[in-house]
């Protein structure tokens, strides 16, 4: 069965800092995407980057990069030079089944950019 | 593309009434899929569609839940009778076939 586990409940940075927000999970697949989502007090779940496990080269989305380390499972998220904006819930998910898109979320991570 | 459309933002309503949520999923997608969030729960997958069809609904709480997708543009999950344990945010979300895409959810409050 496919987990999502993310270990840190809440995070909290100054603006302007580079931040990494963890998750492992476990899967009996070879092939399989991982997501990022960001849920912002407006309750949106938006996604903000996606990384294709056959790929080794890390997903990047303008200040948004992954650290994707397959055999270790797992799939951390860099937010560099973070602002304000950037204040919210981060959910990772992985397809359930390979194929299928029915998402396992992980717990999230609450986070929070200071001025 | 105005993304995924759900209605209503906010329901409020009494113990044991009817509750219809309604959702409009990105146009060319084949895949919807109904999510609850509770703080205590996080999101659960309610059920989950395949061009129109109901692929699992394996998450569905119990008999009272109930939902369809007539068309490939519209989906409605329903509860009868609600309780107040089912108040909680609901996404509807859809998928081209890799990542969902939300709505802005429905916060329903049974009261």
């Known amino acids: 069965a496919q987990t999502v586990t993310q270990s840190q409940p809440e995070m909290s940075v100054q603006e302007a800092e580079t931040v990494t927000l963890s998750c492992t999970y476990d899967t009996s697949e070879s092939n399989y995407y991982l997501f990022w989502y960001k849920q912002p007090p407006s309750r949106q779940m938006i996604l903000v980057i996606r990384q294709e496990a056959y790929k080794q080269q890390n997903a990047t989305e303008n200040r948004f990069s992954v650290n994707f380390q397959k055999a270790a499972k797992s799939f951390s998220l860099k937010i560099s030079d973070s602002q304000l904006g950037d204040t919210a819930m981060y959910f990772c998910a992985l397809p359930r089944v390979q194929g299928a898109q029915k998402l396992v979320f992980g717990q999230g991570t609450r986070l929070t950019i200071n001025p | 593309d105005a993304g995924v459309i759900q209605s209503p933002r906010h329901e409020v309503t009494e113990m044991g009434q009817e509750v219809t949520l309604r959702c409009k999923p990105i146009?060319?997608?084949?895949?919807l899929f109904w999510y609850r969030q509770t703080m205590m729960r996080g999101l659960e997958l309610l059920i989950y569609f395949n061009n129109n069809v109901p692929i699992d609904d394996s998450g569905m709480p119990e008999d009272r839940f109930s939902a369809k997708m007539p068309n490939a543009s519209f989906s409605t999950l329903k509860i009868q009778p609600s309780e107040p344990r089912d108040s909680a945010v609901y996404f509807c979300?859809?998928?081209?076939?890799?990542?969902?895409?939300f709505g802005q959810g429905t916060r329903l409050t049974v009261v």
């Open positions: 979300a859809s998928s081209p076939g890799f990542g969902a895409f």
């Open positions: 146009s060319g997608h084949n895949s």
